[in-house]
Structure formats: structure tokens, C-alpha cells
């Protein structure tokens, strides 16, 4: 399971020219699912999300998470996150990329198991043509993998 995680002031997600789910301050999450993933996955990689100290302390360390820092989460399906680059000049996903049914049942499991945790979370469409907007904090952006 990869999370893609990007500290931002803001960000939201349009679908059809609509928005369909926006934050102020906290993590835009894009989250790929792969084939191997399951349960245990999802929350090893939700904890180090929502624990993961990305944000400034009063000493401009990065020492607090999205928790600490009152945040919110921004959680957006993202398959492409699953794709093999390694050959060629066009991306493959047969290979790591979960199957559509699957995805969508952990990035649901993903987004309650945050919810439950107490921290505000807004989601994308999944399986939409979204357009994510959004103001990078930073810019700070990391590749998070379980």
C-alpha cells in the first residue's frame, strides 16, 4: 500500500466541476492499493500517516503530525501510484495494481479506520476523473510504503 503524502495549506477535489471533498491545513493523501495488500496493510500504513511528524514545532522542526497540528486528511484514490515504470515509456499495472473491487474496499476500510481515530477526513470520488487542487506547504511531499 503507498501513500503519497503531501503537507498542504489547503487542497480539494473536484469531480464534474463540483467539489467533492476539500481541507484547510493538513495531508492530501493520494493513496494506491496493490495486489498484496489487505487489512494489516492498510492500518500500518493509516497510523504512519496520521503519526508521521511532517509538520514545523515553535522551532521549525518537523516534530508534530497532522494530529498535533489540528489537520485534516484529504484522501484521494490513486491507482497510478501502483503502476510499473521500470520498462518501457508506458506505465503497466497488471502486474501491482489491485483490482478494482479490492481498492475500493481498502481505501473505504483506509478512510473509516481515520475517521475512527478522531481526524477530520474528506475524500475524493473513487474511480472518478478528479481534479486535485491544492497549495503545497513546503513543499513537503513524501512516498510512504507498508
Known amino acids: 500500500m503507498i501513500g503519497l503524502i503531501q503537507r498542504v495549506k489547503q487542497a480539494r ?3 464534474a466541476a463540483e467539489t467533492v471533498g476539500a481541507i484547510d491545513q493538513g495531508l492530501l493523501v493520494l493513496l494506491g492499493v496493490e495486489k498484496d495488500d489487505d487489512l494489516v ?8 500517516v496520521m503519526n508521521y511528524r511532517v509538520f514545523n514545532d515553535d522551532n521549525g522542526k518537523m516534530n508534530l503530525n497532522v494530529q498535533q497540528v489540528g489537520g485534516s486528511l484529504l484522501v ?30 481498502l481505501y473505504q476500510a483506509f478512510v473509516e479506520h481515520c475517521k ?17 487542487s491544492l497549495v503545497n506547504d513546503g513543499p513537503v511531499t513524501f512516498n510512504l510504503q507498508v
Open 76 to 105: 484521494v484514490s490513486q491507482f497510478t501510484l501502483a503502476a510499473d515504470t521500470s520498462r518501457g515509456l508506458r506505465p503497466s499495472f497488471a502486474e501491482r495494481a489491485a483490482a478494482p473491487e479490492k481498492a475500493l474496499a
Open 41 to 48: 496493510k492498510m492500518e500500518k500504513l493509516a497510523h504512519k
Open 116 to 132: 475512527n481515530q478522531g481526524i477530520r477526513v474528506a475524500t475524493g470520488q473513487f474511480a472518478a476523473d478528479m481534479q486535485v
Open 13 to 15: 477535489v473536484d469531480v
